[in-house]
């Protein structure tokens, strides 16, 4: 641990934003560079503006830094992507190459990169997805999360490159606002209902979705990449999972905190990336392989994120 320096790329991100902060805790603040496109961000550690796409860029940091492993958090998510399909394309792909490259020419020892529940699609079992199934996705970030996973362990095959990977399910967190996500209303919602005390939810009352607590997504990328490389069995990306629910079913666990709590229903274009995702998870190679276990259900995850935003909040409860 001691010769360990990290590197997120992305660090303004949803996960980004915890990452950062568990990474220094963990390792030490001057063992842990953040970076984004943004000219200036809140760490506490050493921040560096970063175009992932930028691959001369990242190599001098990289070299500069004596950077040993890097978290590649730099995406455009599912919604924001079929908004941007030609972007998100370029951007999802081209980044990981620019990071995969450096660790090919060995100057990184390990990497980090999220794939998501979107690899899924239409033709995948809904319940209780396996890890290895029938694979089509039909939104821009899916298409390029799949074809990731197949690079990762192709550099894995090819050139040794210690890639790993998790597939994110819906993820949930206080401490940042939504990034544009297809389960972002599970976030939202508990904004508003402490705002407003009403929502308008984009999905149906009944589209259940993988889901996990910020709290867990963290606790999972860490531990992945802490585990020996000979307990990664998968080198393309493993499932991971914590919760499912619906909207009603997160919305009638808010009551029991806010009675007074409403729910609506405006379905749009981001029901039908959804209706393509799996409705549960099983991740039974995460918990053989390298231990994954989540600490968080629904009812703890309701309760911890009240407290959170209402503790950090000018809306009081």
Known sequence: MSDTKILVIGACGQVGTELVENLARTFGNERVIASDIREEASFPVKYIKLDVMDREAVKEVVLQENVSEVYHLAALLSATAE???E???KLNMDGLF???DLAKDGHLKKIFWPSSIAVFGPTTSKQNTPQYTVIEPTSVYGISKFAGERWCNYYHQRY???????RYPGLIGWK?????GTTDYAVDIFHQALKTGNYTCFLSEETALPMMYMPDAIK???DIMAAPADKIKIRSSYNVSAMSFNPQDIANEIRNHIPEFSIAYDPDFRQAIANDWPASIND?????????????NLEKMVSDMLQNLNQNSIVKI
């Not at 940042?176 to 544009?180: A, I, K, T, Y």
């Not at 039974?284 to 968080?296: C, K, L, S, T, V």
Request: charged residues 25%; aromatic residues 14%.
């Open 160 to 166: 040794d490159v210690d890639v790993r990977s998790i």
């Open 220 to 222: 999972a990328t860490m």
């Open 284 to 296: 039974e190679e995460a918990r053989h392989d390298w231990g994954w276990n989540p600490e968080f």
């Open 176 to 180: 940042s606002l939504p990034g544009g």
């Open 83 to 85: 908004k941007h399909p």
């Open 87 to 89: 972007y998100g394309w």
């Open 98 to 100: 620019s990071v995969l």
